[in-house]
């Protein structure tokens, strides 16, 4: 297997990124600069030294808080929980939410093995007690172990004096956050209901 083959065999292995793409993408890194595939290495080998997890809600960042925990202008009485940093950036891409984030780092499937103590919960009942959240909205996907784990974080929370609320199903059943549009994102939050 030459170098040109390997590139492609790893690229496909990238999300979304099919053979035929792969084999696209490094035909035309053979075809660029020199300096633009030095750049782009170089950023690739850097991007976990530098990105870390934000301290307080989980989100990438490079700083130890990130820049929606360290904000002014944000509403520090709404919490919206999701799944994974990247589900952050497809809410803050519609503008509509200026609340705070916690993100779990995955949901509960305990046929994967995956409990409550894998998921960042313990801070969750933490910053419930020390900050000042009036509304805890639950934005995990909308898949069995979405909805399994929205129930599971209304259960833990229910002695809090906190209005736990779920998204609505406007996004796609099964279907995945990253992949809905602003508009079924901002229907989705408008449209939530009380859990508990
Ligand atoms: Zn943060």
Do not use: W
Request: aromatic fraction near 6%.
């Amino acid at each position: 297997m030459d170098s040109l083959d390997l590139l492609i065999k790893n690229l496909s292995k990238l999300p979304g990124v099919g053979k035929k793409s792969a084999s696209r993408i490094a035909y035309s890194l053979l075809n660029s600069s020199m300096g633009f595939n030095e750049t782009l290495g170089l950023e690739i080998m850097e991007i976990q030294s530098k990105i870390k997890k934000c301290s307080i809600c989980g989100n990438y960042s490079e700083s130890e808080i990130c820049e929606i925990c360290a904000s002014f202008n944000r509403d520090k009485s709404l919490l919206c929980i999701v799944e994974q940093p990247q589900d952050i950036q497809t809410i803050e891409s519609t503008g509509d939410y200026r609340g705070l984030f916690h993100v779990l780092g995955g949901v509960l499937a305990p046929l994967d093995g995956i409990g409550p103590e894998e998921l960042n919960l313990l801070k969750l009942v933490e910053r419930v007690k020390k900050e000042n959240i009036q509304e805890i909205i639950i934005a995990t996907n909308p898949t069995l172990e979405g909805d399994s784990t929205a129930l599971y974080i209304a259960h833990i929370l229910k002695d809090s004096d906190i209005s736990i609320t779920r998204i609505a199903s406007g996004l796609p059943v099964g279907g995945d956050f990253e992949y809905a549009d602003k508009l079924s994102i901002s229907r989705a939050f408008r449209g939530r209901r009380e859990l508990i």
